[in-house]
Nanobody
Framework: QVQLVESGGGLVQAGDSLRLSCAASGRTVSSYDMGWFRQAPGKEREFVAAKSGDNTYYADSVKGRFTISRDNAKNTVYLQMNSLKPEDTAVYYC???????????????????WGQGTQVTVSS
């Protein structure tokens, strides 16, 4: 069992940066593959980034702008978001799971544990 708590969201202007944090308790993040997803109003939850061991995965829409990282000592996963755009506006969720393939790591239904989400709003 693992509990996830996101933080770091807020209201920013286009071009600004934010760093989201996902603090884990119960089990260490090093035991899981970790992902970030987002959901905008009226849209389905979509994959943003994931980290499995030394491998990282990104949605095309964020590649080159977002970076996922993990600090095992702090039991925390981060999502550094640079050059933010209005279309990045969404609730961002942290998720954890195991035994992913290169295909399933992109699928929200395959993640077992989820945080409550943090709102990111980017104004133009």
């Amino acid at each position: 069992q693992v509990q996830l708590v996101e933080s770091g969201g807020g209201l920013v202007q286009a071009g600004d940066s934010l760093r989201l944090s996902c603090a884990a308790s119960g089990r260490t993040v090093s035991s899981y593959d970790m992902g970030w997803f987002r959901q905008a109003p009226g849209k389905e939850r979509e994959f943003v980034a994931a980290k499995s061991g030394d491998n990282t995965y990104y949605a095309d829409s964020v590649k080159g702008r977002f970076t996922i990282s993990r600090d095992n000592a702090k039991n925390t996963v981060y999502l550094q978001m640079n050059s933010l755009k209005p279309e990045d506006t969404a609730v961002y969720y942290c998720a954890a799971g195991k035994d992913f393939t290169i295909v399933t790591i992109y699928l929200p239904t395959k993640y077992r544990y989820w945080g409550q989400g943090t709102q990111v709003t980017v104004s133009s």
